[in-house]
């Protein structure tokens, strides 16, 4: 039997693409898209109530405020969208058992490593977006189970992406 899936930020370049790997990949799967109208994730209610009626097994984040110079002058924004959002929906996944996928960005490093970067290594953003994604990615670290880590989307995405324990089953 397939999945129930909820994803945020359905309008989204990266949501697109995870349509499209998902008819490939799970056709069995109901995925069902949630617009920015249709959830805030800046606001722990509005994520909660939708995810409560749809009761999904699987939420997936893919929403962001990411325009990097318009982030750079709006850090409560940022900070609000990037951190807290997924922190909310964080919660929210708890409450119905539900594990969330959460994506992060390259913009968490400097860039500054001579070798490739892998996901254990210490974040070390220069700029607001990073920090923002950053601070994210730390708190699902505390709110889930400590093995937690965050995807990071650069380059070519492996396919399934490795998801992000949110809650505390789906074996
Ligand atoms: N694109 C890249 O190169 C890249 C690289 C590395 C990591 N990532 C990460 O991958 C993820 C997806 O990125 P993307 O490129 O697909 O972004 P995108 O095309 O901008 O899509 C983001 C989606 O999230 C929605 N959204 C924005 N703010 C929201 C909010 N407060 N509440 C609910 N929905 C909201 C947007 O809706 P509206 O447009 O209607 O606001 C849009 O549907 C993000 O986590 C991003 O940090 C992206």
């Known amino acids: 039997m397939g999945r129930r899936v909820a994803l945020i930020g359905a309008t989204g370049q990266l949501a697109y693409d995870l349509r499209c790997a998902w008819a490939e990949h799970a056709p069995e799967d109901q995925l069902i898209g949630l617009t920015h109208a249709e959830v805030e994730v800046a606001d722990l209610n509005s994520g909660r109530a939708i995810l409560e009626t749809i009761r999904p097994t699987l939420v997936v984040n893919t929403s962001a405020y990411h325009k990097v110079d318009v982030v750079e002058e709006n850090t409560d924004r940022a900070v609000a969208v990037n951190a807290m959002g997924p922190r909310n929906l964080a919660l929210a996944c708890r409450g119905l058992d539900a594990v969330l996928m959460h994506m992060s960005t390259d913009y968490v490093f400097s860039g500054r490593?001579?070798?490739?970067?892998?996901?254990?290594?210490?974040?070390?953003?220069?700029?607001?977006?990073?920090?923002?994604k950053a601070g994210g990615g730390s708190i699902l670290s505390v709110i889930c189970c400590p093995s937690t880590s965050s995807s990071v989307v650069a380059g070519p995405m492996e396919w399934p992406a490795r998801p992000v324990r949110a809650a505390t089953s789906w074996n």
């Not at 490593?113 to 923002?132: H, L, Q, R, T, W």
């Open 113 to 132: 490593k001579a070798a490739p970067y892998v996901e254990a290594d210490p974040v070390d953003p220069v700029n607001v977006y990073g920090v923002s």
